[in-house]
């Protein structure tokens, strides 16, 4: 009986990647089970909302067909990730352009678009404290968001975010030196509200 070849989570990226390329699916499906959750995570935080299965999805397709393209070698997360980063955009755009043309006829037509309810960016999170971080997260400014994503919500070195957001490595450290100390001072500003709230209370 011969033996059953390893197409699943258990054989690395690098051997799935060649085995794709010579035409097994198998190992790509594998690739997709093992990189979905990180995939859909990038596609939120980037800011897809309730688009990021349709990106997650369109990120595979779209790695797939380019996979000749990859080069031998190199990490495949930070190369997928980045066709993720740019597929939410993509779709962050493309939201943003179908809301306003919504808006602009709702107007014309006689209602108020501030009736229209945003889109919500990420599920609710299980904590007060998990809220209150990503509340700042999501307050630092656009490529802030994205470092601090990358580095610690995906635990991706620098050399990999770098590689994902297409960024230099020096910028990659100074963004993130910069988000980090707006973190510190805009939850220890939370902790003293929260401190002055139970003292008025």
């Known amino acids: 009986m011969p033996a059953r070849r390893e197409t699943g989570p258990s054989i690395d990226d690098a051997t799935a990647v060649a085995r794709v390329r010579a035409g097994d699916r198998d190992a790509y499906a594998g690739l997709v089970r093992r990189y979905t959750a990180d995939a859909h995570r990038v596609a939120v935080l980037v800011g897809a909302g309730p688009d990021a299965d349709d990106v997650v999805q369109v990120a595979f397709v779209k790695a797939y067909r380019t996979i000749g393209s990859f080069r031998d070698g190199a990490p495949f997360r930070p190369w ?4 993720v980063v740019n597929e939410a955009r993509n779709a962050v755009r493309a939201a943003r352009r179908y809301r ?102």
């Open 80 to 83: 997928l990730l980045r066709i």
């Open 100 to 201: 306003g043309a919504t808006e602009r006829s709702a107007q014309l037509d006689g209602f108020d678009a501030a009736l229209l309810a945003p889109d919500p960016a990420v599920e609710a999170v299980a904590t007060e404290r998990r809220a209150a971080l990503l509340a700042a997260v999501r307050a630092l400014p656009e490529p802030q968001q994205r470092v601090v994503a990358c580095r610690y919500f995906l635990d991706l070195d620098e050399q990999e975010t770098a590689t994902v957001l297409g960024w230099p490595r020096g910028t990659v450290k100074s963004r993130l030196h910069r988000a980090l100390k707006r973190l510190q001072a805009e939850l220890y500003r939370q902790a003293l509200d929260v401190e002055q709230e139970v003292d008025h209370g």
